[in-house]
């Protein structure tokens, strides 16, 4: 009986520890950044069906090698809807799983520059490559997603611009 339930456990263990874990692709993430621009209200209905059916355009790429097919790997993709006025944002994919970078407000500026410099300390990334990052995260925000009309930043046109007289 002993012996019975010892097996018992080990099969158990064995099957409870052993799922099936889908690889994370372009397709796969693609439906769920599109269900993220659908919560923040970026898009109507009738363009995220269309979204889904692949019947309008919708930009995954990676930020460095412009990679748009296959299984996803561990790094920073870029994502938006083709179109003028729409914003853009991040994705971080790390381990098959992935965490949305929200620069629709400036709080998620800043929460998206901490995973972004947590996730490059994780991934070993040079600081040239991180500073890259960053810069680009800051660009999309004040250059697209606050002003997402004007398509620049009004900082640029109406306040300081040169640092001539800085110290």
Excluded: W
Excluded at 116 to 131: G, N, P, T
């Amino acid at each position: 009986m002993k012996h019975i339930f010892i097996y018992f456990m080990f099969f158990f263990s064995i099957t409870s520890k052993s799922q099936v874990v889908d690889k994370l692709t372009f397709d796969t993430l693609k439906i769920e950044l599109i269900n993220f621009l659908s919560s923040k209200k970026d898009t109507n209905k009738s363009s995220i069906e269309r979204l889904k059916n692949n019947e309008s355009e919708f930009n995954l790429r990676g930020l460095f090698n412009n990679r748009r097919e296959g299984e996803l790997i561990n790094g920073l993709y870029s994502f938006s809807i083709f179109g003028s006025h729409t914003k853009g944002y991040f994705v971080i994919v790390e381990n098959n799983s992935y965490t949305i970078l929200d620069l629709s407000t400036r709080e998620g500026l800043d929460k998206s520059i901490k995973d972004v410099l947590d996730f490059s300390e994780r991934s070993k990334y040079c600081v040239s490559i991180s500073s890259d990052i960053v810069s680009r995260l800051i660009t999309v925000y004040y250059n697209i997603n606050k002003y997402p009309l004007a398509g620049i930043d009004l900082n640029c046109e109406r306040g300081v611009s040169t640092t001539d007289d800085l110290p």
